[in-house]
């Protein structure tokens, strides 16, 4: 990769002016991105078209200068991770009521873009034990996962591996739609607060069958 346009695009959302800055960095010889967020929120997304078969497995790297003070995965004004990595599958119109279908039939009118449906939310939690499942605050369509959790680790690189099959399964209590973007994020728009995100070795393969 030679530049953050490659393969990957700003995601950014309605009413939030300030944006996190990412940018390409070498740390240890390795090319890896760094993202610095301060009272903002916006990600990197690479957008897919994958149906999942039986297991698929996300692995990263990631490495976090330090949690909020005041996250908290459970209120909307705790919001906030210093890193996350986003994965949005297909909205499926069959499983949705009227109004939903409405709404995201307005969005695609007025502004030429389809809204995913369900997604999980990898989080570096806050507080949030390691190995937990809930709903996010705005939407239980989407649902977080504390992967890694607290200042503990904070500076330190941790390698991580999920089976998104068997995590969507869980989360959501059925097999999985395709999947139609992965995306990298650090925000901090409801705390207020700072910190430094460095992501690295983001890969999605099926699950070996030995």
Do not use: C
Not at 39 to 47: H, M, P, Q
Not at 86 to 96: G, H, R
Not at 146 to 159: D, I, P, Q, T, Y
Not at 183 to 202: L, P, R
Request: hydrophobic letters at 35%.
């Amino acid at each position: 990769m030679t530049s953050l346009s490659d393969g990957w695009e700003p995601l950014e959302f309605p009413n939030i002016e300030q944006h996190s800055r990412y940018e390409l960095v070498q740390d240890d010889g390795l090319q890896v991105v760094k993202a610095q967020t301060s009272g903002g929120a916006s990600g990197l997304i690479t957008r897919l078209n994958i149906k999942p078969d039986e297991s698929l497995i996300l692995r990263w790297r990631w490495k976090v200068s330090n949690v909020f003070e005041k996250g908290d995965a459970t209120k909307k004004s705790g919001d906030d991770y210093p890193a996350r990595i986003y994965v949005a599958f297909e909205f499926q119109p069959d499983k949705a009521g009227f109004f939903e279908r409405a709404k995201r039939k307005t969005v695609e009118v007025l502004f030429g873009e389809e809204l995913p449906g369900n997604a999980l939310n990898y989080i570096w939690a806050n507080t949030l034990p390691e190995g937990e499942f809930i709903d996010n605050p705005y939407t239980d369509k989407t649902v977080m996962v504390a992967v890694s959790s607290g200042n503990e680790k904070a500076g330190e690189w941790l390698s991580i591996e999920r089976d998104i099959v068997a995590d969507y399964r869980k989360a959501f209590g059925e097999a999985p739609p395709p999947i139609r973007g992965i995306a990298i994020m650090s925000d901090s728009d409801n705390t207020g607060e700072q910190a430094t995100a460095w992501y690295g070795d983001i890969s999605l393969t099926p699950a070996s069958s030995d």
